[in-house]
Each structure stands twice: as C-alpha cells, then as structure tokens.
Nanobody
Framework: QVQLVESGGGLVQPGGSLRLSCAVSGSILNIRTMGWYCQAPGKERELVATITRLSGTRYADSVKGRFTISRDNAKNTVYLQMNSLKPEDTAVYYC???????????????WGQGTQVTVSS
C-alpha cells in the first residue's frame, strides 16, 4: 500500500515562509511526476507546482518567483518552499505522486491527506 504523508503547514504572517514536505512510502516501484495542488474554501483544487523525476519544474503563474518545488528521489520526498506568502495563498495543500510499474506502465496517482496553510496577520 502506498501512502503520502505531508508536513509543514501552519499559520504564518504575510511575507513569511513555510516549507512543506511530502514523503511517499509503501510498495514503490517508479515515481515519476510529483507535485502540489491547493484548494481554498469554496474553490476548486488548482495546480501549484510539479516536478519530474529529472527535476523539470512547472509553476502556477500566481506562485512563480515565490515558491520553489524540489525533490529527493532517494527519500521519495517532494518539497515546496513557500516564500513571500500572501493571504490569498491560504488553502489546503495536497501533494501527489504518479506511480509507474517496472515496464513503464502507468499505475495510479496517489494523493496526500492535505495540510492547511493559513496566511494571516
């Protein structure tokens, strides 16, 4: 069974920083793209950032220059460094991982349970 466990959320003042972590455990064969989505109250889940196994990255326009996604393949962990946080960044942040089999066949996308980030003075 595959599990994604997130940590690092919390309450921070505008302009502050947080670092989210998401560790994948279980029967892991091949993790390809990992990333983060967020969902604010009353809104749909939206993409924040993604990173491929070779560290190619993609960001939502709203976070470019402020957030940095990275990963440690040896630890099956993805990170999201969040700087210059704004009240509009307040949301539940979910990590995900795309798992593939030995033959390169897509298996499933797994999701974390979500971690709350609140930006408020």
């Amino acid at each position: 069974q595959v599990q994604l466990v997130e940590s690092g959320g919390g309450l921070v003042q505008p302009g502050g920083s947080l670092r989210l972590s998401c560790a994948v455990s279980g029967s892991i064969l091949n993790i390809r793209t990992m990333g983060w989505y967020c969902q604010a109250p009353g809104k749909e889940r939206e993409l924040v950032a993604t990173i491929t196994r070779l560290s190619g990255t993609r960001y939502a326009d709203s976070v470019k220059g402020r957030f940095t996604i990275s990963r440690d393949n040896a630890k099956n962990t993805v990170y999201l460094q969040m700087n210059s946080l704004k009240p509009e960044d307040t949301a539940v942040y979910y990590c995900y991982a795309d798992l593939y089999g030995v033959s390169g066949t897509y298996i499933k996308t797994y999701w974390g349970q979500g971690t709350q980030v609140t930006v408020s003075s």
